[in-house]
């Protein structure tokens, strides 16, 4: 069937409306939802309970951690976000001199991962514990969880990671998952029971423990798709702990292995004494990651993406400007309005849960993902993963997640980045009639023995 070539925003076709909050704020001001992310960019912020759409971009500050110790610190100016917005990055940080060549979205082709290769994101294969023979019982209860496995539901498990640690997961019963222990993340799941969040977060199992190592049963949250689609935005704009900058100040530790990691993206990346110790540290990196992609000046950047097809890429880490991240969605929900309105739709539902949620209100959150998941059936849905980071305020403390960061105030800019996700994923192009997104009906996320 021959293809409907008239393209039109989500906004023509309605969904703008799936957005009720946002949508009058933006009627008011006679603007296009394209017009309003970018302005938010440049937007001077509202007096301390502004609305959660408007924040301050301009005053992130940049804390420079030097192997000496002694961080410094620059607030980003006008010019920064002027050419951070554009696409060409060229400013300069208090040791560091950054350049770009534009959008890894439209350059490189060459990351169709499987667990065979060096890299560890992507589509790997999930081992159980034990082998499936092992006939004796070896897990240990850790906490009320009854341990419900079988020796014959010991299978491998196809599966996608799109971020994270290789070998952070294992398979468990059809259905779940085994995530690597964190104290952190288990309290959150813990804290998460009674919360509005709850229905937007992987259904959580609790702890087992074998020989000694702990982990965290939850929901495979791929479990019910067929062939799905998969993407991981990383939320907010900040993606490294306040502690992890005191850390690196008091006792700078310079690492290989992430100087190598940024010379791959950009050999101009490293300061000339960064090249010379071939050492970045963890807050350098982190921060260094935070301006090549959309993290700072969007509040939330794409990690990876894995199609129906089989392909995965997981090369976004220079996809900054907010047309760069357009063409990414529109290419992942592959022109179907339908999928495009349930994640809208899901969204708002998220923003609304997040907005009631006693946990969000007393949580940094830093580091967590909106895990988009989508297949033929229509079937769209959208959840909240990964509390690794995410830690509890002191008593009486309460975050606003919307206005900008300064060291010591610990705000993580996740709702503001919501906003404009929402906001980027209304000015996605869907064609009038839908397309096929792809693939062929076997089923992909299975148990194998
Ligand atoms: O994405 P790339 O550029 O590879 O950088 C990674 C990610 O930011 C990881 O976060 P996530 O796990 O959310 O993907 C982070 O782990 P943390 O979350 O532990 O900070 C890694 O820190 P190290 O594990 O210290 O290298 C860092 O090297
Ligand atoms: N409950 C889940 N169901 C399905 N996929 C998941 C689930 N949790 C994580 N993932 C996948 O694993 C990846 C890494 O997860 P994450 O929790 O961020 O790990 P880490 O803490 O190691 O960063 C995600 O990008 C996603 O692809």
């Known amino acids: 069937m021959p293809k409907e070539c008239r393209r039109k925003t989500s906004k023509d076709l309605g969904l703008s409306g799936i957005n009720e909050g946002s949508r009058s704020e933006r009627r008011s001001a006679q603007k ?17 309970s502004a609305p959660p759409t408007l924040m301050e971009t301009r005053r992130v500050p940049q804390v ?111 259905g779940t998952i085994l995530k690597k222990f964190s104290e952190n993340e288990m309290q959150c799941f813990e804290k998460l029971r009674g919360d509005a969040l709850l229905p937007f977060v992987p259904a959580y199992h609790g702890v087992v423990e074998k ?46 292995d992430l100087y190598r990691k940024m010379v791959e993206v950009d050999s101009e990346g490293p300061t000339p004494q960064e090249h010379s110790q071939r050492g970045v540290t963890k807050p350098r990196y982190m921060q260094w990651r935070e301006t090549m992609s959309s993290t700072n000046t969007l509040g939330f950047r794409i990690e990876g993406i894995k199609k129906c097809d089989g392909t995965c890429r997981t090369d976004f880490k220079k996809t900054r400007s907010k047309q760069d991240v357009i063409q990414v969605f529109s290419d992942f929900v592959g022109g179907n309005v339908n999928i495009l309105k349930s994640y809208l739709n899901r969204l708002a539902e998220v923003r609304q849960a997040l907005k009631m949620s006693e946990f969000f209100k007393r949580h940094e959150v830093i580091g967590s993902s909106l895990l988009f998941i989508h297949d033929r059936t229509g079937n769209a849905q959208v959840w909240i993963i990964d509390f690794g980071k995410t830690t509890a305020l002191p008593e009486g403390q309460m975050l606003h997640h919307d206005i900008p960061w300064q060291e010591g105030n610990r705000e993580d800019g996740y709702l503001w980045g919501l906003e404009n996700l929402i906001h980027t994923l209304e000015s996605v192009n869907v064609q009038e009639t839908e397309e096929e997104t792809c693939c062929s009906s076997t089923k992909e996320n299975t148990q194998m023995t």
């Open 64 to 174: 420079t951690i030097t192997p000496e110790g002694g961080g410094t610190s620059r607030e980003m100016q006008q010019e920064d976000w002027d050419d951070a917005v554009d696409g060409t990055l060229r400013r300069k940080l208090s040791n560091s001199s950054i350049s770009s060549t534009g959008s890894s979205a439209v350059e490189s082709e060459d990351d169709l991962l499987s667990d065979n290769e060096s890299k560890s994101k992507g589509i790997v294969t999930l081992e159980h514990l034990v082998d499936p023979g092992e006939p004796k019982p070896w897990w240990k209860l850790k906490t009320i969880v009854h341990w419900p496995f079988s020796a014959t539901q010991r299978r491998k498990l196809n599966w996608v990671q799109l971020a994270g640690h290789k070998g952070n997961f294992k398979a468990a019963d059809e």
């Open 32 to 48: 296009s939802s394209s017009q309003i992310c970018n302005e938010r960019i440049h937007q001077t912020p509202s007096p301390e």
């Open 211 to 256: 020989d000694g190592e702990s982990f965290l049963h939850m929901a495979d949250l791929l479990a019910n798709f067929d062939l799905p689609n998969v993407m991981d935005c990383k939320m907010g704009v900040r993606t490294y702990l306040e502690e992890e900058l005191v850390r690196a100040r008091e006792r700078p530790k310079p690492r290989e």
